[in-house]
């Protein structure tokens, strides 16, 4: 095993010293340095501001000491990483936890003094908050209780055994913790991705799934999922217990869904207009061809943006009666509020961005990968860390994680439209500031019914920014628990997460949440009364399936 290793280690060293690693950067290494350097400039202009934070920080050490030193029990944090009942009951990880979390707590109150723009702020908290997830002492073996254990246990043969998994990760070439779970668990079309269904149409931007109906009758409306760029449609369908697609066949609805091609350099021209066009407009085309009713949109993240753009253009050529309704899930149309992803939305990094896009065509899916998972650290990159390397733990099979690592690519047109247009420029808010095919976009003339749900915590698209663009475009809205990917993932049977709902719609988001109802359980069921009460309320035969191209989840959602 360790000749095999060294051998992997020499030909990833060759790869490097060969250049055929990829010569151009998706960020701006110079960005990062100035927005550092005017943070300690801005700081520095503020003695009087630092030193009442350096006094408050003197007394709160003086308190945490007398604390610890009396063995006085604090109280437990609701933080994943400390959930081991050592770092709770025993006064030496005790001490050690809470020692760690004021010491975050207070470096994170002087970065809070800055008055600099919002995107400087964002990527010093960024930065910040890095270092601190990596040196919490939950990474380390002597100051975790459950790697202190396990070591105990095996004699150390975790941490040899961990060592062997950090130097084949690194042997890979693709960098370390690979291993968020195990990518044997699931198999797309029969483990997942597998309720039964067929592939009716495709071009070369998508490829279009109808599924198999289980009830004798279905609702007349049919129903088209929009899925954003950088996953496979398949988040909506899981395992079979989690599938959002099979509830909804055996809740007598049709359903079709976006199954976009995986770009490769061929692609690098398409934009946001071809994915609206070709892609969106294309799908509703085939889907009222198909079943003769205009269908139900509902669409996720990135793909709830495109279908409001979609939706906007097809107002703009009076084709408005093409959509019978739309519901927009965890996806933001106003990019005013980014909170902390902001930090990317910076000329330099957008610049060096599509230096490194002209190099290959597109953004790939593994850089994607990375960017989400930093922004989601103790998750997805430290966790994997400590079962991995220090406790030698196997992967566990999780269905949602598999199809997280199952990413794609992004045309490089596409995102430099996006990401100049959109976030930074938030030319959505704009009447007539988008253009799609020489179209304007105006959201204002949006009059399909619409419902928004957004995320209680949402770490992609934040709830209140996803509530103020539903009051600007005039739609109803539900609040979900949980977070991004899933919250969404919220079956009846399991019971779980809750959601709010408020009639009311004032312009403050926290006082919308302040007078909402909270109710038990899944939205979903909620979520097929509104679909009923805008729809017409009738029933046809079930749509069957004659002329499929492939099964599902067909080659789009096969293709690396």
């Known amino acids: 095993m360790i000749a095999d290793l060294t051998r ?33 400039m801005g700081l520095a202009m503020k003695p009087t501001d630092l030193m009442q934070v350096q006094v408050a920080a003197a007394q709160q050490w003086g308190q945490f000491w007398m604390g610890a030193l009396s063995g006085k029990e604090t109280e437990k944090p609701r933080d994943r990483r400390f959930a081991a009942p050592e770092w709770q009951d025993d006064v030496y990880y005790r001490a050690i936890r809470d020692a760690y979390l ?7 109150d002087v970065v809070a003094l800055s008055k600099d723009s919002e995107r400087n702020q964002a990527m010093v908290r960024f930065l910040l908050d890095q270092y ?13 209780p459950e790697v202190v254990k396990r070591t105990k246990e095996t004699n150390g043969g975790n941490l040899v055994q961990g060592f062997a998994h950090l130097m084949e990760d690194i042997a890979s070439g693709k960098g370390i913790v690979q291993r968020r779970t195990d990518p044997t668990a699931f198999e797309k079309g029969k483990t997942i991705a597998a309720t039964p269904g067929e592939v009716v149409f495709e071009n070369e931007l998508f490829q279009l799934i109808q599924y198999t109906p289980t009830t004798a009758k279905v609702a007349a409306e049919p129903l088209l999922y929009v899925p954003p760029l950088v996953n496979r449609y398949y988040m909506i369908d899981l395992v079979p217990r989690q599938s959002l697609v099979k509830w909804l066949v055996d809740e007598g609805r049709t ?10 350099e061929a692609h690098k021209d398409k934009g946001v207009g071809d994915y609206v066009t070709d892609g969106i407009g294309a799908a509703i085309g085939e889907v009222r061809k198909r079943t003769g009713q205009s269908p139900d949109l509902f669409a996720f993240c990135l793909g709830g943006t495109l279908v409001a753009i979609a939706l906007a253009w097809l107002a703009a050529q009076k084709r408005a009666d ?11 149309v106003d990019f005013a509020d980014m909170r902390d992803w902001s930090a990317f939305v910076h000329e330099g990094h957008l610049a060096a961005l599509e230096d490194h896009l002209e190099s290959q065509g597109f953004i790939d899916s593994l850089e994607l990968q990375r960017l989400f998972a930093a922004m989601r650290a103790n998750d997805l990159i430290w966790s994997s860390v400590v079962n991995h390397y220090l406790l030698d733990r196997p992967a566990p099979p999780s269905d949602l994680l598999y199809w997280f690592e199952d990413g794609a690519r992004i045309p490089a047109a596409f995102l430099k439209s996006y ?23 105006d959201l204002a003339a949006i ?33 979900g628990g949980s977070g991004h990917n899933a919250g969404v993932i919220n079956p009846p049977a399991a019971n779980k997460h809750g959601f709010w709902m408020n009639e009311k719609q004032p312009a403050n988001a926290s006082d919308w949440l302040a007078s909402a109802t909270r109710h038990e359980g899944s939205w979903w069921p909620t979520w097929i009364q509104w679909l009923t009460g805008n729809g017409s309320k009738k029933s046809v035969a079930a749509r069957t399936i004659k002329d499929g191209i492939e099964p599902a989840p067909g080659r789009y959602a096969m293709m690396k």
Do not use: C
Request: hydrophobic letters at 50%; glycine letters at 4%.
């Open 8 to 40: 992997r280690l020499n030909e990833a060293a060759e790869k490097m010293v060969k250049g055929d690693v990829k010569p151009t950067l998706p960020f701006d290494p110079f960005a990062i340095a100035q927005a550092t350097s005017d943070f300690a």
């Open 102 to 108: 004021l010491a975050s707590q207070q470096l994170r």
């Open 132 to 144: 601190l997830n990596a040196i919490s002492p939950a990474n380390f073996a002597a100051t975790n």
């Open 255 to 264: 359903v079709f869904v976006i199954s976009w091609v995986n770009p490769t």
């Open 322 to 332: 093409e959509v019978n309704s739309a519901t927009l899930i965890g996806s933001l």
């Open 419 to 441: 990401n100049r247009d959109l976030l930074l420029s938030n030319k959505l808010k704009e009447p007539a500031g988008f253009e799609v095919g020489g179209v304007p976009i």
């Open 447 to 479: 009059t399909t019914p619409m419902l928004v749900i957004a995320l209680k915590d949402d770490h992609v698209s934040a709830w209140e920014a996803v509530y103020r663009g539903a009051r600007d475009i005039s739609a109803d809205f539900i609040l």
